[in-house]
């Protein structure tokens, strides 16, 4: 949208050119077990609802990077990392726009994301007993292993065809649904995971363009230590 609303500047109301960019920050949280945990955003929100992302939002201002990604991902899952328990480092920068196609209207968020990755010295069993997760802000979770989480770093949003999927991959994913206060287990398509993002027309329940760069990051990270 950035990129085409340069042509048409007038387009874009005065109120919407003057709210500037905001910062955001994600975290990429992976537990000992190999396992990361993406949560789908609750379709009450009013940017990207029913997209899979890691838990984060905005940096308050005078706050690190590392701490807001640490208090967003405590507000949103419940889970809070003690001080040594975890390493981190930043995985790169995304630029994200809502909505992110023109066809369903102009932009009216415009954030500069910061993907972490934290690495965690417990295991996803551990982590998951702890969690109590915000329903205004989250509908579901899931602890993905790392070859359906290849498979979404794989799949191009703005692609022709969305590839073949791996015959590897499990048919069903478990997820945790929130609702009422309480969790289930249910086991969604692994295919949607790897849904891409429409060019136009309604949003589908899909991984967000911004998470799978910032898995593509992770997995090239792991070829380099390798």
């Known amino acids: 949208p950035a990129k085409r609303l340069q042509e048409r500047p007038a387009e874009l109301p005065a109120e919407l050119r003057g709210r500037g960019v905001a910062v955001g920050v994600a975290v990429l949280l992976r537990a000992s077990t190999g396992r990361i945990l993406l949560t789908r955003r609750a379709g009450t929100l009013s940017t990207f609802p029913n997209v899979w992302v890691p838990p984060g939002g905005h940096v308050e201002p005078d706050e690190s990077l590392l701490d807001a990604g640490l208090r967003e991902l405590e507000e949103e899952t419940g889970l809070h990392l003690a001080p040594g328990t975890f390493s981190w480092r930043m995985l790169g920068l995304w630029e994200s726009i809502f909505p992110p196609v023109l066809t369903r209207g102009l932009p ?119």
């Open 108 to 226: 009216r968020r415009h954030h500069i994301v910061t993907y972490l990755l934290v690495l965690c010295a417990e295991p996803h069993e551990q982590l998951e007993a702890r969690m109590r997760p915000s329903e205004s802000e989250v509908s579901a979770y899931a602890w993905l292993e790392p070859p359906l989480l290849e498979a979404i770093a794989a799949t191009e949003d703005g692609a022709e065809s969305p590839g073949k999927v791996p015959s590897t991959l499990p048919a069903t994913v478990c997820i945790m649904e929130l609702q009422d206060g309480s969790s289930s287990s249910t086991q969604l398509p692994a295919t949607t995971f790897l849904n891409m993002a429409p060019a136009e027309g309604e949003d589908v329940e899909r991984v967000s363009t911004g998470t799978k760069f910032a898995l593509r990051l992770w997995l090239e990270s792991i070829g380099e230590q390798g």
